[in-house]
T-cell receptor
Framework: DSGVTQTPKHLITATGQRVTLRCSPR?????VYWYQQSLDQGLQFLIQ???????AKGNILERFSAQQFPDLHSELNLSSLELGDSALYFC??????????FGQGTRLTVV | EDQVTQSPEALRLQEGESSSLNCSYT??????LFWYRQDPGKGPEFLFT???AGEEKEKERLKATLTKKESFLHITAPKPEDSATYLC?????????????FGGGTRLMVKP
């Protein structure tokens, strides 16, 4: 158990819909990273938050957004969903040494 | 742009047959190189961090090494439970967010 909690584990939704994925980092970790893993793209960095502030952005679509709340949990919002958004979405938090610890992921299926 | 290439894409071994996985990287300045194990449908599990060329780390049957251009994950006398996808990732210096750039992974299958 990495200490990073993600909910829900599975999500099935229709095209055009909006969903919210939730992540709680390890106790004491201030950073939250979101990654997307699809069969053809591998693990891709989406966005990072540090203590409530956006720190870095990767290959995140404009239809996607995230935020980190005062209790340090984070939410990733995906809207106007397309079939190609089907993937595993992982959240990670990092130790002071920079080691990332990943949650078990949310499997999103868009039908 | 940081790049990580892993080879082979897939590797089949007999139980007890030792081998190595390769991770080649290009990065402007290396802060750290990370190895992860990922089981199907699960999140990546942290294995090792290497920071400088010449560094080695071991854990049970796994040993990771690092040069200025690549890293190797050596698997000694593997067992079926070592079957998984092994991911390599780099973290670049001067990278504000310390995010990881991952390679495509090596899918290891160990047959009894």
């Amino acid at each position: 158990d990495s200490g990073v909690t993600q909910t829900p584990k599975h999500l099935i939704t229709a095209t055009g819909q909006r969903v919210t994925l939730r992540c709680s980092p390890r106790s004491g970790d201030l950073s939250v990273y979101w990654y997307q893993q699809s069969l053809d793209q591998g693990l891709q960095f989406l966005i990072q938050y540090y203590n409530g502030e956006e720190r870095a952005k990767g290959n995140i679509l404009e239809r996607f957004s995230a935020q980190q709340f005062p209790d340090l949990h984070s939410e990733l919002n995906l809207s106007s969903l397309e079939l190609g958004d089907s993937a595993l979405y992982f959240c990670a938090s990092t130790s002071r040494q920079g080691e990332a610890f990943f949650g078990q992921g949310t499997r999103l299926t868009v039908v | 742009e940081d790049q990580v290439t892993q080879s082979p894409e897939a590797l089949r071994l007999q139980e007890g047959e030792s081998s190595s996985l390769n991770c080649s990287y290009t990065v402007s300045g290396l802060r750290g190189l990370f190895w992860y194990r990922q089981d199907p449908g699960k999140g990546p599990e942290f294995l090792f961090t290497l920071y400088s060329a010449g560094e080695e780390k071991e854990k049970e049957r796994l040993k990771a090494t690092l040069t200025k251009k690549e890293s190797f994950l050596h698997i000694t006398a593997p067992k079926p439970e070592d079957s998984a996808t092994y991911l390599c990732a780099v973290q670049a210096l001067g990278n504000a967010g310390n995010m990881l750039t991952f390679g495509g992974g090596t899918r290891l299958m160990v047959k009894p």
